[in-house]
């Protein structure tokens, strides 16, 4: 089976752009949460969408944003790119939104000139 | 009180040795703990994760050690190989895949010959 798919998997814009990053989740997840890594960090929580509804937001400014379709695949966008919005964007899928273990992709890099 | 604390930073073992990595946490409503191994260019990895009702889980060369009442954990990695060679992260979540996953900082790990 297919693992958690993201695309692109490597993406160069300029401060000011807007950006969409997409992810297909393992075949029957219905949830999907979206992770910002910065380099030498961990990852860090910015959204989590189930059923088309978004679950749970991290700390994260309105530029960014997201939506669940309902094949259960999802976009992360972001406005306005500022150069510490540089990092890689990952996507994870489970199941269910609880008891269930989260299985990520490999992720979007980033990079914002 | 959401932080996971990691540590070592980096870790040097020789072949066939012991690695031990430590995690600590605040929030006492965590009860599920993951762990995650991450190679470069390429997305976290689910390793192996433990609930608080019990105080260690081993599958394989790979055992996390659970301390409720000093709110710590530990991955032991048993006869380490170069193939483990990665970075490690340890993370908390309220209830397993429903809420946002809570990483430490993250552990270097180096197996040497």
């Known amino acids: 089976d297919a693992g958690v798919t993201q695309s692109p998997t490597h993406l160069i814009k300029t401060r000011g752009q807007q950006v969409t990053l997409r992810c297909s989740p393992i075949?029957?997840?219905?949830?999907v949460s979206w992770y910002q890594q910065v380099l030498g960090q961990g990852p860090q929580f910015i959204f989590q969408?189930?059923?088309?509804?978004?679950?749970g937001r991290g700390n994260f400014p309105d530029r960014f944003s997201a939506r669940q379709f309902p094949n259960y695949s999802s976009e992360l966008n972001v406005n306005a790119l500022l150069l510490g919005d540089s990092a890689l964007y990952l996507c994870?899928?489970?199941?269910?939104?609880?008891?269930?273990?989260?299985?990520f992709g490999d992720g979007t890099r980033l990079s914002i000139l | 009180q959401q932080q996971v604390k990691q540590s070592p930073q980096s870790l040097i073992v020789q072949k066939g040795g012991i690695s031990i990595i430590n995690c600590a946490y605040e929030?006492?409503?965590?009860?599920?703990f993951p762990w995650y191994q991450q190679f470069p260019g390429k997305g976290p990895a689910l390793l192996i994760a433990?609930?608080?009702?019990?105080s260690e889980k081993k599958e394989g060369r790979f055992t996390i050690s659970f301390n409720k009442s000093a709110k710590q954990f530990s991955l032991h990695i048993m006869d380490s190989q170069p193939g483990d060679s990665a970075t490690y992260f340890c993370?908390?979540?309220?209830?397993?895949?429903?809420?946002?996953?809570?990483f430490g900082t993250g552990t270097r790990l180096t197996i040497i010959p």
């Open positions: 994870a899928s489970s199941l269910l939104p609880s008891n269930q273990p989260q299985h």
């Open positions: 075949s029957g997840h219905k949830s």
């Open positions: 969408y189930y059923e088309k509804e978004e679950r």
């Open positions: 929030n006492t409503a965590f009860d599920y």
């Open positions: 433990i609930r608080p009702d019990v």
């Open positions: 993370a908390a979540s309220l209830r397993i895949g429903n809420e946002k996953l809570t």
